[in-house]
């Protein structure tokens, strides 16, 4: 799988977007963006994943970028409840392949 | 519809003893993954199991640790005679059948091991 660089922590004000960048520069083609979450100690929570188009859920908007080569996951009204570890994750388009998590970034919300 | 069950929550053990950790997938789900984090330290992959069928045991290490998804039942990661390095936090998910990214995996609250 290949790997991902993310910032070691970032912050934002309550209410405002958050742009949490990450860049996997040797991604193939083949292989998925993922992004989880992991709140204190609890299980990582998935957030979203894409291959190539941008991709939005209830949870937050995923924008990849034309070469593939970064991404970033928007959080579009961050709440102090947001404030996590996030893993991006570049993942083989394999059948159940295993999750290779990195130290991820960690976003702080601050009131 | 019920989300990944671990339990228990919480496990104390002497060094020496067996650990049992136990994982209950999503309905629906036959794939299961288990990962440990290490005080101060990232998730690391141990196995990938199927109904009665390790899938990847790449992570597990190769001595006391063993896992196991029979056809009834939960899957069950267990430690035999637990060392203090042993300690973390160890995390269960599961996944649907799938590929092309329709597989993804949902993890459970995790069961924190201490070992004295």
């Known amino acids: 799988d290949a790997k991902t660089t993310q910032p070691p922590s970032m912050d934002c004000a309550e209410g405002r977007a958050a742009n949490l960048p990450c860049n996997h520069s040797?991604?193939?083609?083949?292989?998925?963006v993922y992004w989880y979450r992991q709140i204190h100690s609890q299980g990582p929570q998935y957030i979203i994943h894409g291959l190539k188009n941008n991709e939005t859920n209830e949870m937050a908007s995923l924008i990849i970028t034309e070469d593939r080569k970064s991404s970033t996951l928007i959080l579009p009204h961050a709440t102090l409840r947001d404030t996590a570890v996030y893993y991006c994750i570049v993942r083989v388009a394999k059948a159940n392949s295993k999750l290779t998590f990195g130290k991820g970034i960690t976003l702080s919300v601050r009131p | 519809n019920a989300g990944v069950m671990q339990n228990p929550r919480h496990l104390v053990r002497r060094r020496g003893q067996e650990a049992r950790l136990r994982c209950s997938p999503m309905?629906?789900?036959?794939?299961v993954y288990w990962y440990r984090q290490l005080p101060e330290e990232g998730l690391k992959f141990m196995v990938y199991l199927q109904k009665e069928n390790i899938i990847d045991e790449s992570g597990m290490p190769k001595e006391r640790f063993s896992a196991e998804f029979p056809k009834e039942g939960p899957s069950i990661l267990r430690i035999q005679q637990v060392v203090r390095g042993d300690s973390a936090a160890y995390f269960c998910?599961?996944?649907?059948?799938?590929?092309?990214?329709?597989?993804?995996?949902?993890f459970g609250p995790g069961t924190r091991l201490t070992v004295l």
């Open positions: 040797t991604i193939s083609g083949n292989e998925y």
């Open positions: 998910a599961s996944s649907p059948r799938g590929r092309g990214g329709t597989d993804t995996q949902y």
């Open positions: 309905k629906g789900h036959s794939h």
